[in-house]
């Protein structure tokens, strides 16, 4: 049973900083692509980063020179550092990976972590 678990949410004031983590347990053979996606009140689910397995990332526009996303193939984690946060990144923040398993080739997500930009 593979099973994401994201860390590293909290409270924090406009402009400052916070790093997520999400660890991948299981048995695994390998993992493709990792993303990070949020969601806040009312909105729908968005992708924010995300980085293939060779390390080539992308970035949706509104966090583009703020947040970046990298991961470590050998600990089968990816991360997400957030710079400059703003009110409109207050959101649950999930990750997401494709994973091959035993038998499987699937995504898998985390349970989510909040992030909350408050003054």
């Known amino acids: 049973q593979v099973q ?13 900083s916070l790093r997520l983590s999400c660890a991948a347990s299981g048995t695994i ?5 990792m993303d990070w996606y949020r969601q806040a009140p ?12 060779d390390g080539k990332t992308m970035y949706a526009d509104v ?3 703020r947040f970046t996303i990298a991961r ?6 990816v991360y997400l550092q957030m710079t400059s946060l703003n009110f ?6 999930y990750c997401y ?4 398993a035993p038998g499987s080739a699937r995504g898998y997500w985390g349970q989510g972590t909040q992030v909350t930009v408050s003054s």
């Not at 994401?4 to 400052?16: D, F, K, R």
């Not at 470590?72 to 984690?77: L, P, V």
């Not at 990976?97 to 091959?100: I, K, M």
Request: charged share 20%; no cysteine.
């Open 42 to 53: 009312g909105n729908q689910r968005e992708l924010v980063a995300s980085i293939n397995r």
């Open 88 to 93: 409109e990144d207050t959101a649950v923040y």
């Open 4 to 16: 994401l678990v994201e860390s590293g949410g909290g409270l924090v004031q406009p402009g400052g």
């Open 29 to 33: 053979i390998r993992i493709n692509d």
């Open 97 to 100: 990976a494709f994973v091959f």
């Open 72 to 77: 470590d193939n050998a600990k089968n984690t």
């Open 63 to 65: 966090v583009k020179g």
